[in-house]
């Protein structure tokens, strides 16, 4: 930042995933990030709600889970500001053997708009996890580009949630159900996912993940 490497920008993304969402809760959150705006990547609210406008990139970028109907969240951050004056997560689906079968195309019915600018999904879309997890396999990884492909094609930043690699004794209150029972195994998922050009890689892990993406680069 003090050398304005704008290219680089943004540096630091803010992940609100709120789970106490009445409105007042909704307009105090708003009203704290009103105060920093100037940090903040924003775009111009369009007329059409289907049609983007560019993002001007800030230091900072923010994004909102909005689960399905979830329609608080759209009202105080996006419906209530006036056109020219900011993504959709796709709802957790039940968690079961039958999910890495779902076709990519299954998983999202609409392409990116004004507001709705990023989606992710459970790991467990790609292939199972946690105890009923295997190693990793081709059918695994032509899976995974295609689904980072396809939200890419709809216009979308994609996340994925999540990945975890640690034994019993390495366990510090992290969840298991995502836990793929060694770093190896963690890591060789993680440089896929970044090999596929996810944007976002969820996992317990961050310390553990931050240093292999950069032994990547």
């Not at 779902?102 to 105890?131: M, S």
């Not at 998922?189 to 931050?210: C, G, M, N, P, S």
């Given at each position: ?68 109907n979830d329609n608080n969240k759209k009202e105080v951050f996006y ?91 390495e366990n510090q209150g992290w969840t298991n159900e995502f836990n ?38």
């Amino acid at each position: 930042m003090k050398e304005n490497k704008r290219q680089t920008w943004p540096v630091v993304t803010l992940y609100l995933d709120i789970k106490n969402d009445p409105v007042e809760h909704l307009e105090e959150v708003s009203r704290v990030l009103d105060r920093y705006n100037d940090w903040f990547s924003t775009a111009v609210k369009t007329a059409d709600i289907a049609k983007q406008s560019p993002l001007d990139v800030r230091p900072m970028l923010v994004l909102v889970e909005d689960k399905q109907n979830d329609n608080n969240k759209k009202e105080v951050f996006y419906d209530r500001v006036p056109v020219g004056g900011n993504p959709k997560k796709l709802p957790r689906a039940e968690k079961n053997a039958a999910m890495p079968s779902i076709p990519v195309e299954q998983l999202l019915n609409a392409k990116a708009d004004n507001y709705h600018r990023w989606f992710g999904t459970d790991w467990a879309f790609i292939e199972l996890c946690g105890k009923q997890s295997k190693s990793w396999s081709p059918e695994a990884e032509t899976r995974l580009k295609r689904f980072v492909s396809y939200g890419h094609s709809q216009g979308y930043l994609v996340s994925l949630y999540a990945v975890n690699g640690f034994g019993d004794s390495e366990n510090q209150g992290w969840t298991n159900e995502f836990n793929f029972g060694s770093r190896a195994e963690a890591e060789v998922r993680w440089k896929a996912a970044a090999a596929a050009k996810a944007d976002f890689i969820a996992t317990d892990q961050y310390e553990t993940l931050a240093a292999a993406l950069a032994s990547w680069h």
